[in-house]
Every structure is written in structure tokens, then in C-alpha cells.
């Protein structure tokens, strides 16, 4: 008789620790969402215009400018507004937040 009763004892330990795991794996595969970084060197070359557009400095203007056209210095000043297929990338890619 005392061996049974052990018996029934050490299965229903078994299921305890049985449901208890279960509970644990559970709450261990929800997974959590990981937060993106903004890239710091997109943060000091663009800025998000009102509309949500994205606005940079003009390229090609660094060194070499003696060999350029009177013309092509003039319509290099200030920024411009980028392409809507770079506006995506730089969005999705380098700056998660800037659209929210």
C-alpha cells in the first residue's frame, strides 16, 4: 500500500512541474519588439520637410569646383529635395522614426 501511495505522489509532482514549465515557455516566446536606432550620420545630412519629404545638401560640390560651369555652381547652392525611391530607403533604412 505505501508503495502505491508514493507512486500516485511522485505523478502528481510531475504534472505540477509539467503545467508550471508550460506556463513558463509561454511567457518566454512572446517575443519582444526590438527598438531601431536612428542612424547618427542620417540625422546630420537630412531633414524632414512639413510635406515629408526629405531634404539634403546639394551633391558634387566639395573640391574640384574651379573646373565646373558658372552655371552648375549657381544651381548647386542651398539643398534640394531628394527623389521619392531615396526618400523610401533613407526612411525605412536609416531613420524608422522620422515618418511617425
Request: with cysteine; aromatic share 4%; glycine share 4%.
Amino acid at each position: 500500500m505505501l508503495k502505491k501511495s508514493k507512486a500516485r505522489k511522485k505523478s502528481s509532482m510531475k504534472a505540477r512541474t509539467k503545467f508550471s514549465s508550460s506556463k513558463r515557455c509561454k511567457a518566454a516566446s512572446v517575443e519582444k519588439l526590438v527598438d531601431r536606432k536612428t542612424k547618427s550620420s542620417a540625422k546630420k545630412r537630412f531633414e524632414i520637410t512639413k510635406n515629408g519629404h526629405v531634404k539634403a545638401g546639394q551633391a558634387n560640390k566639395r573640391h574640384n569646383m574651379r573646373k565646373r560651369s558658372k552655371r552648375q555652381i549657381r544651381n548647386q547652392r542651398g539643398t534640394t529635395i531628394l527623389p521619392h525611391m531615396e526618400e523610401v530607403r533613407i526612411l525605412k533604412n536609416y531613420m524608422p522614426y522620422a515618418g511617425v
